[in-house]
């Protein structure tokens, strides 16, 4: 009963280690997603010149950043953004992605490509941060946790 | 119609003081009060306290920005001609300060107005002279009238009545500035018969020159020609055998003589009718039709 106790401690020690992890691989996700979206849209501006509507309804999106479309899609028809369910993100990020959704689209071609690099610029330096803290802190979570775990079991032991 | 696109408090005003099936113009101005044409009268928007409605510069880049829905760049090519089609035929003229790059217009910032003028599809308003334009062959006609006096509404009518009346001619329209089938996603919002092949914001001369080759015309519809400009292409495609149906801005006959190139208009008999439309009697008004050496064919109003 003892053991099964220990092994049962350590598995939900190391769930939540994995899902505190998870949390930065998300971001990253995002960034990344964020950082391929812009360019994306750099050469719809250049060629297609979709509208950022029908632009939004082509993005192939999952997860978190598929909130972001969402939200993005709401704010274009109903003029309301709430990115604060993109939890992945936090309060330093959400003033950039507010600024990007509401910057897009009002300015002719050649600025508007300027504006984008611009904004390219902002996201690969995040991503650069998110991947940054991901292999930093990933790694530290998890072999912290399962020392945590390791430690109690000596004890309850 | 404007819902999506004005401010939902002007939006609400507008349709609560104005029947909206009149209104043919609505003129926003930065620091000016809003002004609605109604049936030809210009009347200032009070809102439920009796005010003027003033329109300030947030409110008119909120038309703006939402009239491009959203993008700018995906209408930059209009707006530095100075407009923005809508959906259903509503044409936005804009102004403000004009970008120039190496003498060329780039787009245009600091919107200082806008210029909103609602279409009203006025069916049959071209009858009356349909028998004087299309018979065994189509008249080359060239219908002038001053700004805002139903030239397009006139000329999308009659090629919609060239189909109703079984005429079975092959109707290109060169469409520069999408006013005439006003398209949406390459789809025209305005009905105007199965004969129809339509090139939008293209240049004139794209569509004459490629038009004829590629989609065998038997007339090409235009609107706003400019005599200077266009005179070789409408010479060259009445060499073709293709008839041109074209509009021109003109207060009248002797405006239009005065106009730079007309005299060769005249000289080569490119245009065997001239339709004279005005405003008089409100938007419309046939003035009267005239042949090759403007002798007077039927008098309108």
């Not at chain 2, 405003?279 to 005239?290: A, D, K, S, W």
Request: net charge neutral.
């Amino acid at each position: 009963m003892k053991w099964i106790l220990i092994i049962l401690l350590i598995g939900v020690i190391m769930i939540i280690a994995y899902s505190l992890s998870e949390q930065y691989k998300e971001k990253c996700n995002f960034y990344s997603n964020l950082k391929n979206f812009l360019n994306q849209f750099k050469l719809n501006v250049s060629f297609k010149r979709e509208k950022v509507s029908e632009f939004l309804k082509q993005v192939n999106s999952k997860k978190q950043f598929k909130i972001f479309i969402e939200e993005y899609q709401n704010y274009l028809s109903k003029g309301e953004l709430n990115l604060t369910r993109i939890k992945a993100l936090d309060s330093e990020d959400l003033p950039v992605l507010e600024e990007i959704v509401k910057s897009i689209g009002k300015l002719d071609s050649k600025n508007e490509i300027t504006q984008l690099d611009t904004f390219l610029v902002t996201v690969t330096d995040r991503l650069n941060k998110a991947e940054a803290d991901k292999n930093k802190l990933c790694p530290m979570i998890i072999k912290l946790s399962l020392l945590f775990a390791v430690g109690i079991a000596i004890l309850l032991i | 119609m404007l819902k999506e696109y004005l401010s939902r408090d002007v939006y609400n005003l507008i349709v609560k003081t104005f029947s909206f099936n009149d209104i043919t113009e609505i003129r926003l101005r930065v620091g000016e009060r809003l002004i609605v044409c109604v049936k030809n009268k210009k009347y200032y928007l009070k809102n439920d306290d009796g005010e003027f409605v003033i329109v300030n510069k947030n409110m008119l880049n909120n038309f703006i920005t939402r009239a491009s829905e959203n993008s700018i760049y995906a209408y930059n090519d209009n707006i530095i001609n100075g407009y923005i089609t809508l959906p259903k035929g509503i044409r936005v003229g804009l102004t403000g300060t004009v970008v120039v790059e190496n003498g060329k217009v780039v787009t245009i910032k600091d919107f200082q107005s806008a210029n909103i003028r609602i279409p009203h599809i006025v069916r049959n308003c071209s009858l009356k002279v349909y028998d004087y334009i299309v018979g065994e062959q189509i008249k080359n006609t060239l219908i002038i009238s001053p700004p805002g006096a139903g030239k397009t509404t006139f000329l999308r009518d009659l090629v919609f009545q060239m189909s109703e009346h079984n005429c079975t001619k092959n109707v290109l329209i060169a469409d520069e500035r999408n006013e005439i089938a006003n398209s949406v996603n390459g789809e025209p919002t305005v009905i105007l018969g199965g004969f129809c092949d339509i090139y939008t914001n293209c240049s004139k001369s794209f569509a004459f020159k490629n038009g004829i080759r590629s989609m065998c015309p038997d007339v090409i519809v235009t609107d706003e020609i400019d005599l200077d400009r266009d005179l070789s292409d409408l010479i060259e495609a009445t060499n073709c055998g293709v008839s041109i149906i074209a509009t021109i801005h003109a207060r009248d006959l002797k405006d239009l003589k005065r106009k730079k190139g007309f005299d060769k208009v005249i000289d080569e008999k490119i245009f065997t009718r001239f339709v004279l439309l005005s405003n008089e009697f409100g938007p419309g008004t046939l003035v009267g039709v005239y042949d090759e050496n403007f002798n007077c064919l039927m008098l309108g109003e």
